[in-house]
């Protein structure tokens, strides 16, 4: 392998920029990096979700792979996601995926709601076909067992969730992530004895979202209500916590549903109560799914690629030696040194390869989206220092290697917290007050994120939709109506977000 | 609620015994507990597994729920095995479950095998019917993507592992874990450039499949090669890890398949090899799935309910506290204490209930196949002590309340090793080697795993199971053939382990 001889500077002896290591290219395809900025957010996000390894289409329309870079990212949200909800007493199961037909018909809105997305398997028995639903949401299926297996109080409340897939056979452009006719997710399934307990449940799944996308996607949500509208088919009350998309388009990060006795009326899920008065349970459903991998990567990635949090990074650390052949034997040693000490409290990878150069592993690893970037090199030796490189900011700074730990750890910190300011910077920068229709139409065609007030009328939630594309993304819990309705000028009801949505 | 009074002994004290637990029953439906003993095999593991809240008939013909006690197993085992195949470089994806019917047809074998069992979703498109299966397994799904995402060697190996759902509409009856249309799985598929580096996968995956079964479900097993007609189709050699059930029925823990050229040819799955042509990659699947749960109820259950083996046990140690009014805040106090400390080390829960007796909770716990109970009452504080119980030998010790961390390790490692070396035992009384076919008809009559010699001729093969309902379930790697052939009496080939299975 041809190594560069005279290095003048870190820029030269890393051979980095795309010309000094395509130069080096083992796959042409891949040399390129990305070829759209995301100044053209939707081409950007297509090629970044299939360069970065996230995803990419499948033989069937409508349909995805989820590659081992994209799927590492939903584990490490499923493990923090688990272990919240193991912590607050809830357990894993797991219900078929089909669903008999004469089970969505229980609850109408439901049934409603769901049917022109499901896909059928049809059975042909002994009497007449049957047809069976791949599960488009679970609720009937699992309140199935639940009026088999509740009996008593002391089954409640009965606190459960699963991890599967789901099907809605939608007919709209697919995008990875985004909108695909099977995605993974997880969906919570609640019983209780009472309303107030399942209202608290709803909160306390709606608190644990906003923690997961601010404290471990870094990214900013705005929470609260959905109008009768946009409620959950079937939902007495759905909270729901949004997002702000880059391209002013606002994403659902997950939705928790106070379903009161909607289901547990048709289903009969009845419990003999501690006065032996038999009473219908009180329920919540709530879920969400890998689009929040869409969101992370719209959120934070730029023109050289992905930008992973710390938090959800499956390698938050690269250590990459700058080889040359004089000093390899003792570069390699100490980047793999560096690795090994890291690996105890950090997620790491050395990156030794010896077929490609330095300025090509850069762009891999910064195409792939990992914070932090640990160089070491021959003269970064005789300095015992390392150089440390942030995917974020692009800073760079000499860190004493014994003093690589401690640092790793700030870094990683500081690029958690500092992704999350970034991104609540421009959530706020997105949002305008609109007092009036013509300022609101205003605010959606800018791509921001309109709040205005709202009397609470279908009517008028309607023009909204007509008029703007857009729709009531949520009701804030904060706020209190205080002027008139945007659209009709009565007097308002509600403080609500109004936007474009995913 | 009612508290005895007068105790003069542990079991009076303890209210055990099903009538004294009987007496404050919440559920009455629940109290009965087994009513079926194992030496009634069948039904005994139909009652076992759905009283023990591993799983539950679902309301599709054919279709089981797996409840939270059996999915923490699951997930014990997902655990393990995941962290295991990590270790040596393997990654998770997930691809889609509809595969179109062109995809299964490329492999003409893999379409013969597959198709009967096969769920269509059928989807009426501008150009007509297509039909998709739902994956019966992955193989063609992925490796038409593996045929876009190879190139080069430095692709290579491409090591994925999916954990999934996965359909086969069966007709036979449903038997819970052992036999549903659909069930949960880990499936891996390598591409390899060599073919010694794929045969080495399959001999690695096998290895870890012995060691699953043996080191954390205490369940011994034999290891071996199919026959031909017995090999999952469209591989090259199928290798497999069988276990004997206490009713002389072999059972499939795993298999893991040398896959050849067969599926890179029709796939197309080519890469450019260090030394510049063109070739097909090497391959290997691999998996095992929730019937290993089955394989745990029926080799370690007894009268009582299940007996899980410490490793995968969702609940290692539960301290049940004997309650009396006078002492009853110190007692419950202590016992919280116990699980706390223990809490660090192992899963551990302290059942504090006062609405049911210490009776009833042994019996609960004891269904449920809880390894260690830690009994502490009002006699044992004065004492400094805990009483220890052991699920499996139902072995009883006082041990003192400083030793109990030190103890409960100890007691835990000792219940594993007892567990598998039992079993061991099991196994090694129900093989008997048959040298003629007499003796071996009369080995599957007595519901026994016959060793025996076989020629390698179909025929033979063939003649066995029709005599004796029985299949060649492996062929020995370890042992050489050196009589003849149990059926036709000519010189045999191989040493092979028939048996009846599920």
């Not at 639903?133 to 002391?154: C, G, H, N, V």
């Not at 997880?186 to 449940?201: D, F, I, P, R, S």
């Not at 279908?458 to 309705?485: F, N, P, V, Y």
Request: glycine letters at 6%.
């Amino acid at each position: 392998m041809p190594q560069e001889k005279k290095p003048t500077g870190r820029e030269k002896e890393a051979g980095k920029g795309r010309e000094a290591a395509a130069s080096k290219a083992p796959r042409k395809e891949e040399t390129q990096g990305l070829t759209v900025k995301k100044s053209n957010f939707s081409d950007w996000y297509n090629e970044l979700v299939q360069k970065a390894g996230m995803a990419d289409y499948a033989p069937i329309a409508g349909c995805m792979v989820i590659k081992p870079h994209g799927y590492a990212i939903w584990e490490a949200i499923q493990r923090w996601f688990d272990a919240r909800i193991k912590a607050t007493g809830h357990r894993n199961a797991y219900f078929p995926m089909f669903i008999p037909e004469k089970f969505l018909k229980k609850e109408a809105e439901h049934f409603k709601g769901f049917t022109p997305e499901v896909a059928w398997v049809v059975e042909e028995g002994g009497q007449g076909k049957e047809r069976f639903a791949l599960r488009p949401t679970s609720e009937t299926i699992i309140y199935d067992s639940y009026s088999k297996w509740i009996r008593s109080w002391r089954d409640l409340p009965m606190l459960l969730n699963q991890w599967c897939n789901i099907v809605r056979w939608e007919m709209k452009a697919t995008r990875l992530f985004l909108r695909t006719r099977e995605f993974l997710w997880q969906e919570g399934h609640t019983a209780h004895a009472t309303e107030e307990e399942a209202e608290k449940e709803a909160k306390l799944i709606l608190g644990l979202y906003r923690e997961l996308a601010e404290t471990q996607l870094a990214v900013p949500v705005l929470t609260g209500e959905k109008s009768e509208k946009e409620r959950f088919a079937g939902a007495l009350r759905t909270y729901t916590v949004e997002a702000l998309m880059p391209d002013g388009r606002a994403l659902q990060m997950g939705t928790s549903h106070n379903l009161g006795q909607n289901f547990s009326r048709p289903f009969n899920i009845v419990f003999s109560d501690r006065d032996e008065k038999e009473k219908f349970v009180w329920q919540t459903s709530w879920g969400f799914s890998t689009r929040l991998l869409g969101a992370v990567v719209m959120t934070h990635g730029d023109d050289k690629g992905l930008v992973l949090p710390p938090s959800i990074a499956p390698v938050q650390i690269v250590v990459v030696p700058i080889i040359f052949e004089g000093s390899k034997k003792e570069v390699l040693k100490e980047a793999k040194s560096i690795a090994d000490k890291l690996s105890d409290n950090f997620r790491v990878e050395a990156d030794l390869r010896e077929d490609v150069s330095a300025g090509w592993k850069f762009n891999e690893w910064e195409l792939k989206g990992t914070p932090l970037r640990i160089e070491i090199g021959p003269k970064d030796m005789e300095k015992k220092q390392a150089v440390f490189v942030r995917r974020d900011s692009g800073e760079k700074k000499a860190v004493r290697i014994q003093d690589t730990e401690r640092e790793a750890g700030a870094v990683l910190q500081e690029m958690q917290k500092s992704m999350l300011a970034k991104a609540k910077r421009l959530l706020q920068s997105s949002i305008a007050d609109a007092k009036s229709f013509p300022e609101l139409e205003k605010a959606i065609g800018q791509k921001k994120m309109a709040k205005t007030e709202w009397c609470g009328g279908r009517a008028c939630e309607d023009a909204i939709q007509d008029r703007t594309a857009a729709t009531i993304r949520l009701i804030s819990g904060e706020d209190k109506a205080s002027g008139r309705c945007a659209v009709c000028g009565k007097p308002a009801e509600h403080v609500v977000y109004v936007a474009r949505q995913y």
